[in-house]
């Protein structure tokens, strides 16, 4: 299982951004997978979570402002990031699990002015 995570970057606050996770070496339609984050000094929290069924969940402090998608065509979920301020500013890894857990890269995001 490989996860590949991209679209990370500097952004002013306001600014929006979207991640990339692109999954492959599973049945990506039967998974559901997640967006987690950590921030300097922090622990891993998750972000956002959808379902094989497309329903989704999200952490307290970024309802309203994130949504997670994903194409089952290209193996493929995102994050579009919306309203960004500096608490956002983390590592972002895309996950699922299969009879372990799986972890992309990470993608480095940081909102600053």
């Known amino acids: 299982v490989q996860l590949q995570a991209s679209g990370g970057g500097l952004v002013q606050p306001g600014e929006s951004l979207r991640l990339s996770c692109a999954a492959s070496g599973i049945i990506f339609s039967l998974q559901a997978m997640n967006w987690y984050r950590q921030a300097p000094g922090k622990e891993r929290e998750l972000v956002a979570s959808?379902?094989?069924?497309?329903?989704?969940n999200y952490g307290d402090s970024v309802k309203g402002r994130f949504t997670i998608s994903r194409d089952n065509y290209k193996n493929t979920i995102y994050l579009q990031m919306n309203s960004l301020n500096s608490e956002d500013t983390a590592v972002y890894y895309c996950?699922?699990?299969?009879?372990?857990?799986?972890w992309g890269q990470g993608t480095l995001v940081t909102v600053s002015s």
């Open positions: 959808i379902a094989k069924s497309g329903n989704t």
């Open positions: 996950h699922t699990r299969s009879y372990k857990d799986y």
